[in-house]
């Protein structure tokens, strides 16, 4: 069974910085598409950034461009999101989110991928 396990979030004051973790276990981790989602308080799940596992692609959500950078840890099996200089309205759960192998899609979409993570609270305080 795939398992994505997030990690790394918590309370800052905007400007400060986040690093989230995501490990996944039972996956094809490698050549495969994995992304960042996060969820606003009362808004629909929204991606932030994806990253292709066996290259060095990799697309943004505009709000984030410049602030967040998603990698990668081939040896590992973990997804990271470094998160920059954050602002109040990055407040949300953040989900990890994998495909199943030779899915397409598009990146931003919620239906494009199978797998997810329980989340990781991310506050941002003015």
């Known amino acids: 069974q795939v398992q994505l396990v997030e990690s790394g979030g918590g309370s800052v004051q905007a400007g400060g910085s986040l690093r989230l973790s995501c490990t996944a276990s039972?996956?094809?981790?490698?050549?495969?598409?994995m992304a960042w989602f996060r969820q606003p308080p009362g808004k629909e799940r929204e991606g932030v950034a994806t990253?292709?596992?066996?290259?060095?692609?990799?697309f943004y959500a505009d709000s984030v461009k410049g602030r967040f950078a998603i990698s990668q840890d081939n040896a590992e099996n973990t997804l990271y999101l470094q998160m920059n200089n954050l602002k109040p309205e990055d407040t949300a759960m953040y989900y990890c989110?994998?495909?199943?192998?030779?899915?397409?899609?598009?990146?931003?979409?919620?239906?494009?991928?199978?797998?997810w993570g329980q989340g990781t609270q991310v506050t941002v305080s003015s």
């Open positions: 039972q996956y094809t981790y490698r050549n495969n598409w």
């Open positions: 990253i292709y596992t066996g290259g060095t692609w990799s």
């Open positions: 989110a994998a495909r199943s192998p030779g899915t397409g899609g598009q990146w931003n979409s919620t239906g494009t991928y199978t797998y």
